[in-house]
Each structure stands twice: as structure tokens, then as C-alpha cells.
């Protein structure tokens, strides 16, 4: 009986693909779905990830000849590989939950055969999502979720090109005890973290490693994520008044936190933002002016003028008016341009085709908008150069401040905030 199901899912999977593996010679357009949190919570972040995508599908589909004398896909014309196929970015809606993640995956796959997904920003929607391409094997690429799990469950068709919690809490450690040396505090830290699969798994990750690299994590402070109060957390914080404090928060939270955090009068020695809704646009915009000297950790940092990376900033600001890449809508990039590489060297939507062309890819570092050392998946689909930086929020903008040989900017402690 287990055999029959089985077959009648795979029969069920490969009629899918046959829907979408047309031979290259006659492919006109290749559809990549992607599901990201355009309504919610985080519509921010999902809406500048939308106009990633669209850019990105821009450039490979219609050219820019600046950027195109350094990265190959900016000629123009299509996917060369696919005798010229044009990019249809099919973007659907999470809105910021599980189950929307998961119909959105199965509509995409089902409805609009998708030779591809990116997807979902939040760890949590991630583990939903991609466990429907699994089931349909549909290749399916992450580019910015970190839950350390993600990659064990040992999935054939999930690939993720971020770094993940343990590289993150590597850097904090290292950060940390570099500034122990300098002199500064770093006797107590508390890390407060949302209780998601985001914030659970990367407090887990972080607190270990500092336990095992000889810093104390003195408190954890969980809260219930997208709440309308915090202030019971920050008085908790305000008692104890730790020497370093490490938030694991999404947009509105990171906000509500800044907000109430101000209205208190307490701040921390250094403020570390794991990331997540403090590199949001939408935060820098509304709460940079009180949150100087925040530190946080990026992929991205605008590079030399002429690199990839900043003419694609140049671009991005074009494309929105005049906001650049943050860390998220460089990490989207990255993740779309490693994706229609793949699709360009398979010379084929068929998934399988697909798939061997993702396990092969070997993108060195001045082909990519993130600050990787390359891109290159292991067996469980991780890439294993991603690599991360130590950034700082001066004057409301992210910049690049450890490690050193990688800084644009010099250190300033303690955190200023207003």
C-alpha cells in the first residue's frame, strides 16, 4: 500500500514537471515563482524583495551594457542558454503565515508551473513552503532564512545560499571577545528573541556557541512575535541591565522595541540586531534617528565603484526611487541570479536538469552582489562560502565595520541610541 502511494505521488510529481519541462528550442518563457510576505507584519521586507525580482528579471531579460562588460547575464536578450527565453516572475503572497506559504508553493507549482522557486524570507513559512517543492521536486532555493534545521532535513531539491545561524553567532562570538580585549564590558548578555522558528532556533544557536567559546548569556527574554506591547520585556532589560544586548526580531517588533526602549530611558552598552526587521528600510527610515550606533549583521556593503555589487546598488536605487540594497533585497538578488544561472547552464526547465545544474554551481566572489566567498552547495544544499560582516547604523545607513580588513567604517561604542 505504502508502494502504491508512493508511486501515485511520484506519478503525481513528474506529470507536474512534464507540464513545465518544455525542450529549450521551443522554450519562449521561463516562469521562477517566488513567496514572499507582500501584506502582514513583514510587507516591507517582502515588497522590496518584489522589486528585486523584478529588477533582476529585468536585466537578463532587456540588458544594461555597463553592468553587462563584467557580469554575462546583463547582456540582454534572455537566457542565452535557453536560445534567448525570456524571465516571468510569478511573485505570490505569504502574508506572513505557514499555511498562505505553503498553498501559495503548491499553487505556483500547480497552477502557474514554475521551473523554480525562491522563497519565503521567514524561517517558518520556509519550512512549510519547501517541504511542498520536496514533495512535487521542484527545485527550491532560499536566500535569506537562517533556522539551522532547514538544511537537516535531508532534502533533495532545497538549496540555500545564505549563511545560516551558527556563521552569524561565529562572528558575534569573535566580535564580542575581540571588544573584551579592547577593554569594553561584555560581562552579561541577554538575547531577546521572537518564538518563531526564526527567533527560537537562532537564540538556541547563538547561546550555545557563546557557551562553548567562554561568554556568558546571563537572560533570554522570548516574546510572543507581533505583539502590541512590549514593555514588560524592556523593564526586565532595564532591571538587569546587561552589558550587551542581542534582539532576534521582525520589522514591527524591531520598531515597538526602539519605540519603547526610548520612552524608558534604557539602552545597553552595545545593541546588536540579529539582523531580521532592524535592516528593514522601513526601520532605518522611522527609527534610525534613535538608534544610532546600532551593530548588526549584513551580507551586503555597497563595494568599489565598478563591482557588481554597486552598480546592481545603483540600479536598485533606480528602481525604487532611492533606497539601496539592504542586507534582505541583496541576499533576494543573490538568490534569483544563482537560480538563473542554473536554469542558463541546464538548457532546460526540466527539474532534474535543474537540480544537477544548482548541485554544480561554483560562483566565485566578484560575480555576486553578497559579500560571499562564492557560492557552492554541499550535500544538504547549504553554501558552503557564504560568509557575513559586522555592520554599524550611522546616520540611519548600514555600514561595514568588522572585521576589519572587510570595514568601510571605524567601530564607535558605546551605542548611542538618542
Not at 511542498?132 to 527550491?140: D, H, I
Request: net charge neutral; charged share 20%.
Amino acid at each position: 500500500m505504502l508502494k502504491t502511494t508512493r508511486q501515485a505521488v511520484l506519478a503525481g510529481a513528474a506529470l507536474i514537471a512534464f507540464g513545465f519541462a518544455a525542450d529549450a528550442g521551443a522554450q519562449q518563457t521561463v516562469k521562477i515563482g517566488a513567496v514572499y510576505p507582500l501584506s502582514g507584519n513583514s510587507a516591507s521586507t517582502g515588497n522590496y524583495a518584489k522589486m528585486a525580482f523584478e529588477m533582476g528579471a529585468d536585466i537578463i531579460n532587456n540588458g544594461d551594457p555597463e553592468l553587462a562588460k563584467i557580469f554575462p547575464l546583463a547582456k540582454g536578450g534572455g537566457l542565452p542558454g535557453l536560445k534567448g527565453a525570456k524571465i516571468q516572475m510569478v511573485i505570490a503572497d505569504n502574508q506572513g503565515t505557514p499555511q498562505a506559504g505553503a498553498n501559495q508553493t503548491l499553487r505556483l507549482i500547480t497552477e502557474e508551473k514554475v521551473a523554480a522557486l525562491i522563497c519565503c524570507y521567514q524561517s517558518a513559512i520556509t519550512v512549510t513552503a519547501s517541504a511542498v517543492a520536496e514533495k512535487y521536486g521542484v527545485p527550491f532555493l532560499n536566500a535569506e532564512s537562517v533556522a539551522a534545521n532547514l538544511t537537516e532535513r535531508g532534502f533533495k531539491w532545497f538549496f540555500r545560499t545564505t549563511p545560516v545561524a551558527a556563521d552569524f553567532a561565529t562572528a558575534y562570538l569573535s566580535f564580542l571577545k575581540e571588544q573584551k580585549a579592547a577593554g569594553k564590558k561584555v560581562d552579561s548578555i541577554a538575547i531577546v528573541h521572537e518564538n518563531t522558528e526564526y527567533g527560537n532556533s537562532v537564540s538556541s544557536v547563538i547561546s550555545d556557541a557563546f557557551t562553548k567559546g567562554g561568554l556568558s548569556v546571563s537572560m533570554k527574554v522570548p516574546y510572543g512575535a507581533n505583539g502590541p506591547d512590549v514593555q514588560p520585556q524592556v523593564l526586565q532589560l532595564k532591571e538587569k541591565n546587561p552589558d550587551v544586548v542581542i534582539f532576534i526580531s521582525y520589522t514591527q517588533d524591531a520598531i515597538l522595541y526602539a519605540k519603547t526602549m526610548k520612552e524608558l530611558n534604557w539602552k545597553p552598552a552595545i545593541l546588536i540586531a540579529d539582523d531580521g526587521g532592524f535592516n528593514d528600510p522601513a526601520f532605518t527610515k522611522q527609527m534610525g534617528p534613535v538608534t544610532e550606533g546600532l551593530i548588526s549583521r549584513s551580507v551586503f556593503a555597497q563595494g568599489k565603484p565598478g563591482s557588481v555589487a554597486a552598480m546592481m546598488d545603483a540600479l536598485y536605487k533606480k528602481k525604487t526611487g532611492g533606497d539601496g540594497l539592504d542586507d534582505v533585497s541583496a541576499r533576494v538578488l543573490q538568490g534569483f541570479f544563482v537560480v538563473a544561472d542554473a536554469i542558463n547552464r541546464a538548457g532546460s526547465v526540466e527539474p532534474a536538469k535543474v537540480q544537477a545544474a544548482l548541485k554544480a554551481t561554483d560562483l566565485k566572489p566578484d560575480q555576486l552582489i553578497a559579500g560571499y566567498d562564492g557560492v557552492k552547495f554541499d550535500d544538504k544544499g547549504q553554501n558552503i562560502l557564504a560568509s557575513t560582516l559586522v555592520t554599524q547604523l550611522k546616520s540611519s545607513n548600514y555600514v561595514a565595520v568588522w572585521p576589519k580588513a572587510r570595514a568601510t567604517d571605524p567601530l564607535v561604542l558605546p551605542y548611542k541610541g538618542w
